[in-house]
Each structure stands twice: as C-alpha cells, then as structure tokens.
C-alpha cells in the first residue's frame, strides 16, 4: 500500500521556523509531482507549493512566497517544507500529495502562536 507519511509540525512562534519532511514509500517517488497543501480550521484546503519530479521547478502561493521553500531528495523518497518568518495565518493541518498516485498523507499539525 502507498504511503505518505508527514513529520515536523509543532507549536511555534510567530518568526519562528519549522521543516516539515513527507516520506514517501512503495511508489516510484523520482515519478511523481510533489504538493503540500495545507488546511486551516472553516477553510478549505489550499495549494501551497508544489515541486517538479527533478526538482528543477517549484511554485509558490502568494501567500509564502519568500518565506517556504518546498524541495526533494529522490535517493531518501522525501519531500520538505522549510518554512520561515511563521505568521499565526499559517497556523494549519499540512499535507503532502503525490500527483504520480492521487495519494495524500495523514497531515501534520502546525500552531503559530506565542
């Protein structure tokens, strides 16, 4: 069975910084599109970066623009978030999706708050 599975979410303050990572398994990662989306409570869920199979192409929403960084490692089947400068609107359940396999993760948890 595929899985993806989200770490690295957490409690933080606002201008603080968290790496989230998604472990990918049992598909062919190096194949596949990479999304992270995120869902915050009354919301709907919302595209917030995406990476190219190669990782030579990445996109942004406005709204992280200049402060995440979405980028892969094929040998580890792992995709990450680094975000920065945290502001309390980014407080959200995040996930990562694969395109290859229609497939999302579990979902992690990240608070921006002091």
């Known amino acids: 069975q595929v899985q993806l599975v989200e770490s690295g979410g957490g409690l933080v303050q606002p201008g603080g910084s968290l790496r989230l990572s998604c472990a990918a398994s049992r598909f062919t990662f190096s194949r596949s599109y990479m999304r992270w989306y995120r869902q915050a409570p009354g919301k709907e869920r919302e595209l917030v970066a995406t990476i190219s199979n190669t990782g030579s192409s990445t996109t942004y929403a406005d709204s992280v623009k200049g402060r995440f960084t979405i980028s892969r490692d094929n040998a580890k089947n792992t995709v990450y978030l680094q975000m920065n400068s945290l502001k309390p609107e980014d407080t959200a359940v995040y996930y990562c999706?694969?395109?290859?396999?229609?497939?999302w993760g579990q979902g992690t948890q990240v608070i921006v708050s002091s």
């Open positions: 999706y694969a395109d290859f396999i229609a497939s």
